[in-house]
């Protein structure tokens, strides 16, 4: 099963290698977009014939949605995604699949791993304002979900690298003094000029510490792998 699958692009790899190894029986992407999950369902259903796919709509944080029943299990949680949780939310989250697992079954976590600070900085405040307008749209979700009044050309994107927790912030500052209202959960907000707020943070791993969280959670790290420029790590655990 894959957490956070999207449309499954990312698996096409771990897919191959296991139906070549005669060892997939059955995927079930895990994913909050259920259009994201019907395209998956829909590709790996027709490339890999009978092969089982269920997709399970859910935050992964919620519900898991691992399957009870069959032989060994690998769950895949690629990308960097784990990175976006705080360490508490990170460690909840270990925990709670490492208590759903099974002797036999493994967990394959893919980190982005510690860097180059000009380098993470120019990733998160793009040349192209994309990222910029990812951060953005988080205003845009806020009123329409909650009736808020935001202003997105009121704040601008920043990002920067915070070397005590290793991890990337991306935050809205304020252009001006204003007042923010949300009817839908009766709150009303003031920002002075300049002031920010956080709205993600994103992680960079070492690999110690990937396997020293495993750990606390109760896994063993039996591989590790990154790539040539050792810019991103994928490992892989078992239940210890």
Request: overall charge negative; cysteine-free; charged content about 20%.
């Amino acid at each position: 099963m894959e957490l956070g699958a999207g449309a499954a692009d990312k698996t096409r790899l771990l897919l191959d290698a296991l139906a070549g190894a005669g060892t997939l029986a059955s995927f079930v992407p895990v994913d909050v977009s259920e259009t994201a999950l019907i395209e998956a369902a829909r590709r790996v259903g027709g490339e890999y014939p009978g092969i089982a796919v269920t997709a399970v709509v859910s935050d992964f944080e919620e519900h898991l949605g691992l399957p009870g029943d069959g032989g060994p299990r690998l769950v895949a949680f690629l990308g960097g995604t784990i990175g976006n949780l705080l360490p508490g939310q990170r460690a909840a989250f270990l925990a709670s699949l490492r208590s759903r697992l099974r002797p036999g079954d493994a967990f394959l976590l893919g980190t982005d791993l510690v860097k180059d600070p000009a380098v993470l900085v120019a990733a998160y405040d793009d040349a192209a304002g994309v990222t910029a307008a990812f951060n953005k749209n988080i205003l845009a979700v806020l009123n329409a979900a909650l009736g808020a009044d935001f202003d997105p050309g009121a704040f601008e994107h920043v990002a920067l690298w915070d070397a005590g927790e290793e991890w990337i912030e991306m935050r809205l500052r304020s252009l001006e003094p204003q007042v923010v209202t949300l009817p839908a959960i009766d709150l009303r907000v003031t920002f002075g000029e300049g002031e920010e707020m956080r709205t993600e943070v994103s992680a960079k791993f070492r690999r110690e510490r990937v396997a020293a969280e495993l750990a606390a959670a109760g896994f063993t790290m039996t591989g590790w792998w990154t790539d040539e420029q050792r810019r991103f790590g994928l490992s892989l655990s078992v239940p210890g």
